[in-house]
C-alpha cells in the first residue's frame, strides 16, 4: 500500500508572548549601603542614574537566575516542559564557557531536546534572542519557546570603582513565545537590529579577570542622540505610530537616558518603565524584567502594543514591537 504523505500544514503567521516570569536576588544593596564601600552619595546616584537600589546575588549563578524565571514564565503559559522546542538565554556574564546557560535551564525545567542557545549582545541581547526565537518559529524550525535574559553583572563589578559599582544589579526575565496560527495577527513585529562596532570599547568587559568598564559619557550621548530615531524605526517596522503604544520598555540604563529616549519617541500615553530605581541596571535582563514586573501589576492591557528597545555594549541595540499577553 503506497504511504500516505502528511497532511502540509500552512506555516504559522510568526509568533506571540502568551507569558512573562522574573526573578530577583533577595539581597537589595541601597545607596547608602555603597556611600560605606566607595566616595559616593545617596543623591548623587539618584540625580546622576535614577537608582535607589540593586539586587545582588549571593550564590545563585546567571543559569539559577533563567531558570527560576523560565520556570515561573512557564506555569504561566499554559504549556508543559514537553511542549518546548527552543531556549534561547542572552547574557554577558556567565561564568561558565560549557555547557551553556540555555542548556542548563532545559536541564532543570525537565525540557528534552530543545534547540539552546546562549546569545551575547550584552543590554540589547533579549531582543536580539527574541527576534532569532520568532525567526526559527516562522521558519517553521521551532514551535514554542523560552527566551530569557539573565545577568549576575555583581561578578564582574571593581567594588573599588565609584563609577561603576553603583550601576549594576542581577536577574533575570523570561517570555513564552509560540506559533501564531495562519490568519492569526502576528504578536511579534519586525526586529530593527544592528550595532556601532567602531565604537564597541567604550563599554567593555575584557580579559581573565575582567571588570565591567565604561566610558560613560560616550555612551549617554550615543544613547541620547542616535537611539530616539532607530525607537521609531522599531515601530514604523510594525506599521505602529508611537503615540499607539501602550508601553515603552527600553534598556535600563540611566533615567536621564530613558526619559529623554521616551519623549523623543513621541509616546505621550505610553507607560515607560523605569525599573532602574528599585532594580539598577541589569543589562541583557533589564528589559524582560522591568516588562514581567509591569505586566504582573496589571499596568500594561493584554493585546496591547509594547516597544521593547535594548542598547548596549558593542555597541549594540535592538527593539521590536510586541503585543502583551
Ligand atoms: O548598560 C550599558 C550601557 N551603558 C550606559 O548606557 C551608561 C551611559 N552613561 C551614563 O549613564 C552616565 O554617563 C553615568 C551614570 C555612567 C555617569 O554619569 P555622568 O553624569 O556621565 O558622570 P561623569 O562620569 O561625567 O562624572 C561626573 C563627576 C566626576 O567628578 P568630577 O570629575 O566632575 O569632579 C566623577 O568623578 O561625578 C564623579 N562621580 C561620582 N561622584 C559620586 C562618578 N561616579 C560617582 C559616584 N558618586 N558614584
Redesign the pocket.
Known sequence: MTPVPPTPTAPPSGSRIISLGHYQPARILTNDD?AEL????DE??RT??GIAQRRVAGDETVADMAAAAAEKALAGSGLTAADIDLVAVATCSSVDRCPNVATRVAARLGITAPAAYDINT??SGFSYALATADHAIRAGAARNAIVIGAEKLTEFTDWTD??????FGDGAGAAVVTATAAGEPTGIGPVLWGSAPERGDV?VIEGWRPYIQ?E??A??RW?TTTLPGLAREACQRAGVEPAELAAFVP?Q??L??IDPLARKLGAPDAVVARDIVESG?T?AASVPLAWSKLVERREIPSGAPVLLFG???GLTYAGQVVRCP
Open positions: 555603597l566607595v566616595d559616593t552619595n548623587w546616584i546622576r542614574v550584552a543590554c565609584r563609577a561603576t559599582c553603583i550601576l563599554v565604561q560613560g559619557q555612551v549617554f544613547a534598556h540604563a540611566n536621564r537616558i541596571n543589562s542598547f548596549g555594549g
